[in-house]
């Protein structure tokens, strides 16, 4: 089964980005969870926690396909580099004004200066691989290999998160977010031999298009918010149940288990080649994640939630790759790294609209509110999903490429070769 994914890793420079990469991505798992922790901790309120995380994640929303932009225009590590100091800046920023329990708007504000600058590190390494493989099959496996490590990292972030939390202090897991993204990401960014080159706009040309001009990219992005307000709403819930029952410290086990349950559908999903078109796995996948989620509703202790969140779970890796796979549809290829990070982008808002929203909800009626807010989010993902299938259908009944037909390598950019 895992041949494929040692293939891959075996070709030059890809076991180092890749792996990189991965513990760039920790705040992704980490960072909200952590927000939710020390704000319940310092402040005891969940709506508040919510609005930061909110705050955080739709200022993300707004900024990362800007950063994505200028990643594709100016190159990775130029971005980047900066990016990731005010980012590391941001996130401390947070950690110091909530341990001193200053006012809420220091909150605010450092959640504006983090997602402002947070960039997404899953889109980046896909770009990579997007530029190292040649192939549909290739692409497939390394998107769905991604995609697993995007779980690996949701299975240890929400545990390690709770844990530092309850063993050590509410900051920690912030602390442990920031020196994963630093030394994860300036050591992905040092990395210039599989960096994707750069395509440069030429002095006077003409403001570039959204590429939510694409029909398909507005259902994914519709699709995907929708989705995230799933996670965002059940992330918080979770939190909620867990301390009812008098089991605070199982939350992040319990989280965990629901990514555990992705990560293997991913494995095992990016292993097999499939025939079924694109549009419609993704949305059978779509489907089947509304209504697992649906379920947790209706559990009554932390074993049976963690029953069903692990079952659940198989459905969101095969969607998400489905999802990312018809980004390269609907984009032109200079512009991948963009369409990746507004796809991921639109999850985070429905992850923060969730956790929101949640928030409020379980204030007012404990964790079965929170839960109910997961049920109204899978009724919006089996409604844009319902809706978007002739749209889907049609904005990919001409592909960009077909199975089995090579991809044409990226062209280099002659404006700057490329240093050491």
Sequence with gaps: MFRPYRTLLARPGALAFSASGLLARLPMSMAGIGIVLLVVARYDSYALAGRVSAAYVLTQALCSPRLARLVDRHGQARVMRPAIAVTSLGLAGITVAATLHLPTAYLYGAAVVTGATMGSFGSLVRARWSHVVHTPRELHTAYSLESAFDELVFVIGPVLATTLAAGVSPAAALVVSVTGLIVGGYWFLGLRTTQPPHVARPAGAARTKSVMRSGGMVVLAFVFAAVGAIFGATDV??????????????????????????????????????????????????????????????????????????????????????????VRSFVPRERLTEGLALVGTMLGVGVSFGASIAGLAIDANGSRGGYLVVVVAALAVLGATGAALRTLRSATSELMFVNETVLPPAEPDPAEPETP
Excluded at 243 to 268: K, N, Q, R, T, Y
Excluded at 271 to 282: E, I, M, Q, V, Y
């Design 237 to 326: 819930a979770t939190v909620a149940f867990a301390g009812e029952h008098g089991h605070p410290e199982l939350a992040g086990v319990v989280l965990a288990v629901f990514a555990l349950g992705s990560m293997i559908a991913g494995l095992l999903y990016g292993a097999r080649h499939w025939t079924a078109p694109l549009w419609r796995r993704f949305a059978l996948g779509t489907v089947a994640l509304a209504l697992g989620a649906s379920l947790f509703v209706l559990v009554t202790s932390m074993a049976m939630l963690a029953g069903v969140m692990f079952v659940a779970g198989f459905a969101i890796a095969p969607t998400i790759i489905n999802g990312n796979s018809l």
